[in-house]
């Protein structure tokens, strides 16, 4: 008797990105408790449950974290249990690579280590999104600079197999309204593409500036999605299991 396509089909890794990246090409990042992920907490906020987490997910989650603390829950497709409290929850889009005419800038620099203070000034000016002091090691990043000072930066983040993330697209309000940040990602994803992968990028749902430079620049809508936050309980759940 043949088996449905629906119950083989394996899940697409961009359904639970952060999940796929850190069991594959991330793996190297994961700090790991039972089936939960996450990166170092200089390099990212992310973390990932996996697809259909039970109790002992939640219990892993809450003993990798700490009693109190405050987790992300990118791309949550329900709530956290009882005993948890929600503390943010924002919908987003997922976009992919659909028609992007990717290519390279001539005036765009590699940025690495040596550039992470004036990255983070930029992205505190700008709040494109979570960038700490080592995201930097999580992909290529390329900026432009304007006498000297860096007025604009995009660079890669989660990497699911096959697919390389966009983010921390941001330019500086002097600077604004130059085209720099379509440029700016239309070079990162001209390296992704060259490596044979897809670009894709995430932002908020209400962010609809972002979003129809996206879909000009040739990303379409894959999936709406959930960012969404919550608080460890005050007690041991690891104790409780």
């Known amino acids: 008797m043949s088996v449905p396509a629906a119950a083989t089909a ?5 359904d639970n990105p952060a999940y796929a990246s850190l069991t594959g090409p991330h793996a190297h990042f994961a700090e790991r408790r039972g089936r939960v992920v996450r990166y170092p907490l200089d390099v990212s906020p992310w973390l990932a449950l996996p697809d259909e987490p039970g ?25 956290p249990p009882e005993g948890w409290e929600l503390t943010m929850s924002m919908d987003g889009v997922q976009l992919v ?8 800038d001539a005036e765009a620099v590699l940025l690495g280590a040596a550039d992470v203070p004036e990255m983070l000034d930029l992205v505190a000016r700008t709040q494109p999104g979570p960038f700490l002091p080592r995201t930097v090691e999580l992909g290529t990043y390329l900026g432009i600079r304007r006498q000297g000072a860096l007025v604009a930066m995009a660079g890669e983040r989660l ?8 983010s921390a697209v941001c330019t500086d309000p002097d600077h604004r309204g130059q085209g720099l940040a379509a440029r700016l990602v239309l070079a990162v994803a001209a390296g992704i593409k060259e490596r044979g992968e897809t670009p894709f990028l995430h932002t908020a749902a209400r962010n609809t500036n972002a979003i129809r430079l996206y879909e000009s620049l040739g990303f379409r809508l894959r999936r709406t999605t959930k960012f969404m936050a919550a608080r460890v309980p005050e007690f041991d759940h690891a104790a409780a299991r």
């Open 97 to 104: 690579d659909d028609r992007v005419a990717a290519a390279p």
């Open 159 to 166: 990497h699911p197999p096959g697919w390389t993330e966009i």
């Open 10 to 14: 394996r899940p697409h890794p961009l």
């Open 55 to 79: 109790p002992g997910d939640w219990a892993d989650l809450a003993a990798l974290a700490g009693p109190g603390e405050t987790v992300p829950l990118p791309g949550m497709r329900t709530a």
